[in-house]
């Protein structure tokens, strides 16, 4: 599993353009804080946990940049962790990561050098790096245990290394039962509007070497009727404390198509993803996206007469979810989960 979608080396920060796949696969840099904040509002980089490890690296490189400048201070590094924030209001990874950068300045602010906390800064966002990876691991190694030999899995969207940083969360047992020799096919859905399960996660399953097959989003019923599907798998953006969770838009139908199949449907994150601030899915802000995103697909000339909405997440409500698949084990209910 030699994909690495993030790479940080001698303070230098670099991602996989995933625009650019699945025609080109190339590292593209990201040297200060304005290279950054594009390529996350922009899909250079998504993905829950992947924003959140590439905004603590970009924290990094701003506060450096900064120091540099002897300019690190609380105010700027407040209106640093703001504008980052800002970028994608639905993952909670990124504002947990930012957070954590944030409570890593304040614990050093008061170190005799700058040098000192800027090393700080750094260790952290390797840290969360490293334990996001971590955290894939422990996901895939739960899950695991739910995939049969022969198995057939829906995914939705992209929940796997390019995604994560690590080996994924929703494609995690999937790798895992591969490397136990299972017998592993995934349908991928396509995922409108952006196409991240046609562009990202088959080609990344492709890569990979994992038997998979690629499906329109509308087509997912039809094929939980008439091929056996062992259970589905997504990732998730954020899992509120009663266990609602917001996901690519197109999840939420899936659950119900799951539900109405009684195909099992697991959610499968770490625990930067959990936000227990928030009681349930009403509270979750879902980003709107740029109308073209949809308009574009169809290279529609006229595009000014069109109204259109374009909703990047949906809620799926704790009752449609068969399970949590973390890395503290698998839980049918977010009040047994512990850590
Ligand atoms: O808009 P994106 O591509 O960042 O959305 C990504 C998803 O919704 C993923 O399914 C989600 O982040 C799962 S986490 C690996």
């Known amino acids: 599993?030699?994909?690495?979608?993030?790479?940080?080396?001698n303070d230098c920060l670099k991602i996989?353009?995933?625009?650019?796949?699945?025609?080109?696969?190339?590292?593209?840099?990201?040297?200060?804080?304005?290279?950054?904040?594009?390529?996350?509002?922009?899909?250079?980089?998504?993905g829950a946990p992947a924003i959140?490890?590439?905004?603590a690296y970009g924290?990094?490189?701003?506060?450096?940049?900064?120091?540099?400048?002897?300019?690190?201070?609380?105010?700027?590094?407040?209106?640093?962790?703001?504008?980052?924030?800002?970028?994608?209001?639905?993952?909670?990874?990124l504002s947990w990561a930012v957070k954590r950068m944030q409570d890593e300045y304040k614990k050093h602010s008061d170190d005799t050098s700058i040098e000192q906390v800027v090393d700080a800064l750094r260790n952290k966002a390797i840290m969360i790096h490293q334990e996001e990876k971590a955290a894939c691991e422990k996901i895939g190694e739960s899950g695991e245990k739910l995939i049969p030999q022969p198995a057939n899995i829906m995914t939705h969207c992209n929940a796997g290394i390019l995604a994560?940083?690590?080996?994924?969360?929703?494609?995690?047992?999937?790798?895992?039962?591969?490397?136990?020799?299972?017998?592993?096919?995934?349908?991928?859905?396509?995922?409108?509007?952006?196409?991240?399960?046609?562009?990202?996660?088959?080609?990344?399953?492709?890569?990979?070497?994992?038997?998979?097959?690629?499906?329109?989003?509308?087509?997912?019923?039809?094929?939980?009727?008439?091929?056996?599907?062992?259970?589905?798998?997504?990732?998730a953006d954020r899992i509120t404390a009663n266990?609602?969770?917001?996901n690519k838009i197109g999840t939420y139908a899936l659950a119900i198509l799951a539900k109405y199949h009684k195909v099992p449907f697991y959610v499968a994150a770490p625990l930067s993803?959990?936000?227990?601030?928030?009681?349930?899915?009403?509270?979750i802000m879902i980003e709107e996206r740029d109308k073209e995103e949809i308009t574009n697909f169809w290279n529609i000339k006229k595009k000014r007469l069109y109204k259109v909405m374009n909703p990047a997440f949906d809620v799926?409500?704790?009752?449609?979810?068969?399970?949590?698949?973390?890395?503290?084990?698998?839980?049918?209910?977010?009040e047994n989960l512990t850590y």
């Open 273 to 283: 993803t959990f936000d227990f601030k928030i009681p349930d899915g009403y509270n």
């Open 52 to 55: 959140g490890i590439t905004a």
């Open 1 to 9: 599993m030699n994909l690495e979608p993030i790479l940080f080396e």
């Open 164 to 235: 994560t940083g690590g080996i994924g969360t929703a494609l995690a047992p999937v790798y895992k039962s591969m490397g136990s020799g299972k017998n592993v096919h995934v349908f991928v859905n396509e995922t409108r509007p952006v196409g991240q399960g046609a562009r990202l996660t088959y080609w990344e399953l492709n890569y990979n070497k994992v038997p998979c097959t690629l499906i329109t989003d509308n087509m997912a019923g039809w094929i939980m009727k008439s091929k056996k599907i062992d259970l589905v798998i997504t990732g």
């Open 59 to 93: 924290f990094f490189v701003a506060a450096n940049a900064l120091a540099k400048k002897k300019k690190l201070n609380t105010d700027a590094l407040l209106s640093l962790a703001e504008k980052l924030i800002g970028l994608r209001p639905t993952a909670v990874n």
């Open 16 to 46: 996989i353009d995933q625009t650019r796949l699945p025609d080109k696969f190339i590292y593209i840099n990201l040297p200060d804080l304005k290279s950054v904040c594009k390529a996350i509002r922009s899909l250079k980089i998504r």
């Open 316 to 334: 799926t409500p704790a009752s449609l979810i068969t399970g949590y698949i973390t890395p503290a084990g698998i839980f049918n209910r977010i």
């Open 243 to 246: 266990g609602d969770t917001a």
